[in-house]
């Protein structure tokens, strides 16, 4: 993972560096993961040029709704912020093999576990991926006193530990970013190697990490001036006043503990498809089943491990049956285990303003929106209920 480092002067890229970066970090033996354009979406996927970075394109994001179209601007690289995928797809992947056994004499013998951890670069993370990272660092962390760590074994910590990151700072917010509420963007303040700021022809360039730096100084780099540097941050200044939503954080933990039984809950049930879109795209989820599977012919057992949804109607299983057999109690869990229950299980938010939720549900619901509407219609008190959570 990035380690924290003396922060030096700022330098100044030009765009043309981007082939020499992604080069670079191929002969360090990085898989280079980038946005591309896949079925008319942004998509990290692998590279192998700067030329397959995603280029002259701007999205258009509401509730339900994602368009990507050429900018006006194609000089600029990075218009567009997130699309429905983020790191997480490569460092706890929606499939992965835990364990293979062939049976022996009565017993299972092992003959193999998961594939062994690649080595990732990620170039173009946006500050609320990057947040997101630090999050489920959190949720896979193995600190002593910390409560309920899932547990992603040796692939997870070691891809996080080789991972290189060069985040790209947002200078346009898409229609659903809210990140400047969760104070996670639209600068990178941590958790990087390297952090770029576009401007026309180049990258005003902050290093992150002592591995960061050495990576810039195989790079065509110079000190980047004074007036780049003021551009930089007007554009940050200006990104932080434009973003398409808004959530007020003030009290809003205590707001949601009080709110088990709030009317809303049915409102907002109405329209939920209970189809588990947000917790696909959610870049902080980490729901997972496992799954075991043999052949007919005595050959190996294999457990694979996929991701899961707590929407599902089987999620929350028991010998009693599903705990939250409703719509209304599924959606309530996942809202408010974004927004106030993550604190009490990892310390932070669940929720890094990406608007991903927003964007891909295909009814347009609004975490934002919902929020709100609870805290607006809540009494002050209600009566001792706030420990009490029902079982819908």
Not at 278 to 302: A, H, I, K, R, Y
Not at 345 to 356: A, D, E, K, L
């Amino acid at each position: 993972m990035p380690t924290s480092a003396s922060r030096s002067a700022p330098s100044f890229l030009p765009q043309t560096a981007l082939n020499e970066l992604v080069a670079l970090l191929r002969s360090q033996g990085y898989t280079v993961i980038a946005p591309t354009v896949e079925a008319g979406v942004i998509t990290y996927a692998p590279i192998t040029t700067g030329q397959q970075i995603a280029r002259g394109l701007i999205d258009y994001q509401d509730g339900g709704s994602y368009r990507l179209s050429a900018t006006e601007e194609p000089e600029l690289q990075f218009q567009y912020v997130v699309g429905a995928n983020g790191p997480k797809r490569f460092l706890f992947p929606p499939t992965q093999r835990l364990y293979e056994f062939r049976a022996e004499k009565g017993g299972f013998v092992q003959e193999g576990g998961p594939p062994p951890a690649p080595k990732l670069a990620f170039l173009g993370v946006r500050p609320c991926d990057l947040a997101a990272m630090r999050v489920q660092d959190r949720v896979f962390s193995e600190e002593e006193g910390r409560t309920a760590g899932c547990l992603a074994g040796a692939f997870y910590t070691e891809a996080r530990r080789q991972a290189m990151v060069i985040a790209v700072n947002c200078t346009r917010p898409s229609g659903t970013c809210f990140c400047a509420s969760m104070g996670t963007g639209p600068e990178a303040s941590e958790g990087f190697d390297l952090a770029l700021t576009e401007q026309r022809g180049g990258f005003v360039v902050t290093v992150g990490s002592e591995k960061g730096g050495k990576l810039l100084e195989g790079l065509p780099g110079r000190k980047a001036s004074a007036a780049e540097q003021e551009l930089a941050e007007l554009k940050l200044a200006r990104a932080r006043e434009h973003m398409g939503r808004h959530l007020d954080r003030s009290g809003l933990k205590e707001v949601l503990d009080r709110a088990v039984d709030h009317p809303r809950w049915d409102e907002v049930a109405q329209r939920c498809l209970s189809c588990g879109n947000c917790t696909m795209v959610c870049p902080t989820c980490f729901c997972s089943t496992v799954s075991d599977s043999s052949t007919l012919d005595q050959g190996p057992v294999t457990r694979t491990r996929y991701w899961e949804s707590c929407f599902t109607h089987q999620f929350s299983y028991t010998t009693a049956g599903p705990v939250r057999n409703t719509i209304r109690g599924r959606y309530r869990h996942w809202l408010r285990h974004k927004l106030c229950t993550w604190f009490d299980q990892f310390g932070c938010s669940g929720c890094v303003g990406c608007g991903r939720c927003i964007t891909w549900c295909p009814v347009g619901i609004d975490l934002t929106v919902e929020a709100q509407q609870i805290r607006q219609s809540q009494p002050p008190e209600d009566g001792g209920n706030s420990t009490r959570e029902k079982q819908a």
